[in-house]
């Protein structure tokens, strides 16, 4: 099992270009979040999912767009960057909602 | 909305002592899970354990144990013979059972530094 795969490792982009971040699971797991996590400070919820074809806001989820087309998927979109959106972007599956979540590599994503 | 809070930005320990990693948090809820993190300067976030809220006793893993007070809504995460390589970010999360189920809060983050 390769886990949570996030792809790129890196990334920058300059204001108003979009782009989307890729996510992957192969463990079979119903639920996935995306969360950005700035300096210094903890994770922030963007998205979750708790199935393919359902998801839901989290707390900051201004600026992003989520779809749930496949259990394994779960790309996270700008819409049109934003300096303010420079962080390192986290994906993160669970089997259950009362398992401990998997975490991909992560995403560092700078917006010039 | 949940909140949790890790009121100790930064926290030291001697090489083989014990510290404690302090959490609170604040819930209507009456069944929800609790986690702490570890992240290590590799940024990869790994599980160090889990607590569910309708179990009176506190998990253990090995080094780690937590002190889970469910009407004080408190969940600190003890580490005992404290090693060098347990120096990293730890992040307390919480986790709702209701109808917001998937939905995860984290707090700050404790930087904890290992003394050798």
């Known amino acids: 099992n390769a886990g949570v795969t996030q792809t790129p490792k890196f990334q920058v982009l300059k204001t108003g270009q979009s782009m989307t971040l890729q996510c992957a699971q192969d463990m079979n797991h119903e639920y996935m979040s995306w969360y950005r996590q700035d300096p210094g400070m903890g994770l922030r919820l963007i998205h979750y999912s708790v199935g393919a074809g359902i998801t839901d806001q989290g707390e900051v989820p201004n600026g992003y767009n989520v779809s749930r087309s496949t259990t394994e998927d779960f790309p996270l979109r700008l819409l049109s960057a934003a300096p303010s959106q420079t962080s390192v972007y986290f994906c993160?599956?669970?089997?259950?909602?009362?398992?401990?979540?998997?975490f991909g590599d992560g995403t560092r994503l700078s917006i010039l | 909305a949940q909140t949790v809070t890790q009121s100790q930005p930064e926290m030291s320990v001697q090489e083989a002592e014990t510290v404690t990693l302090s959490c609170t948090y604040d819930t209507s809820e009456s069944d929800y899970y609790l986690f702490w993190y570890k992240q290590p300067p590799s940024r990869q976030m790994i599980l160090v354990i889990r607590q569910e809220a309708y179990k009176q006793q506190n998990a253990t893993e090995n080094r780690f144990s937590v002190n889970f007070q469910k009407a004080a809504k408190s969940f600190s995460l003890k580490i005992s013979d404290s090693q060098l390589g347990d120096a990293a970010m730890y992040f307390c999360?919480?986790?709702?059972?209701?109808?917001?189920?998937?939905?995860?809060?984290f707090g700050d983050g404790t930087t904890l530094t290992v003394k050798p």
């Open positions: 993160a599956s669970s089997y259950k909602y009362n398992q401990p979540q998997h």
């Open positions: 999360a919480y986790r709702s059972t209701n109808t917001n189920a998937g939905k995860s809060t």
